[in-house]
């Protein structure tokens, strides 16, 4: 039986890192991949490294995106932009969203998956990313269904590369339950959108990292 591979996306975080974890449990092969896109908090990428290294990964790669930088508006890469302290708004994508990151950083895994015949794809999209616009079950389903379309590993084997996304309807809590049972060492994690050590404590990824970990760390 050929083996399961997988290419995890692995920003440094919470979700990332027991993505990660599952992934170690449930796949034969388990690379990551980071993105350094001129993000404000550029310092996950420390994270995921340790991560990578603790995990044992296959390999670990790290992107450059720079065209990010170019982009105004967004609190994430556009240090004129204040993050914000409140909760994100219920009826509008938060200022902390990056236009789409998730699909300029499936397509570049793609890239990668496709060139080392991986069969799925790793992200830790969640409920409490549904915002965001990029982290909803749709696009997921159409992001797959695209990759797929412009495989030469998929044109040349008639398989099919999956993206794993597992989280998709759990709760921050559930994730780090989960977590929590697989021994993911979350004091290696970062999530800060501010980007200092220590975290700032103030930002919406502060708080719900906080929250989903109370009683856990």
């Not at 908090?41 to 990964?57: F, P, Q």
């Not at 790290?62 to 990010?68: A, E, G, M, N």
Request: charged fraction near 25%; hydrophobic fraction near 40%.
């Amino acid at each position: 039986m050929e083996k399961k591979k997988i290419l995890v996306l692995l920003s440094g975080g919470m979700d990332s890192a027991t993505l990660l974890w599952l992934a170690k449990k449930e796949f034969n092969e388990v690379y990551a991949i980071s993105f350094d896109y001129g993000q404000r908090h550029k310092v996950e990428l420390k994270y995921a490294k340790e991560l990578a290294k603790i995990a044992g990964v296959k390999e670990h790669f790290i992107v450059q995106v720079p065209f990010y930088r170019s982009l105004k508006g967004s609190a994430l890469i556009d240090e004129s932009v204040e993050v914000p302290r409140e909760e994100y708004p219920e009826n509008e994508p938060p200022i902390t969203t990056v236009p789409m990151r998730n699909l300029t950083f499936l397509s570049i895994a793609a890239a990668f998956a496709d060139n080392l015949e991986i069969d799925h794809i790793g992200i830790g999209v969640h409920a409490l990313d549904t915002p965001y616009p990029d982290c909803r079950p749709e696009f997921i389903t159409a992001a797959e269904a695209a990759i797929n379309a412009g495989s030469t590993y998929v044109a040349k084997t008639k398989n099919r590369i999956h993206i794993f996304a597992p989280f998709l309807g759990k709760t921050k809590r559930e994730i780090a339950l989960l977590g929590k049972e697989l021994g993911v060492p979350y004091e290696k994690t970062y999530s800060c959108y501010e980007g200092t050590e220590p975290p700032c404590g103030e930002c919406p990824t502060c708080r719900q990292r906080e929250e989903a970990l109370r009683g856990i760390l």
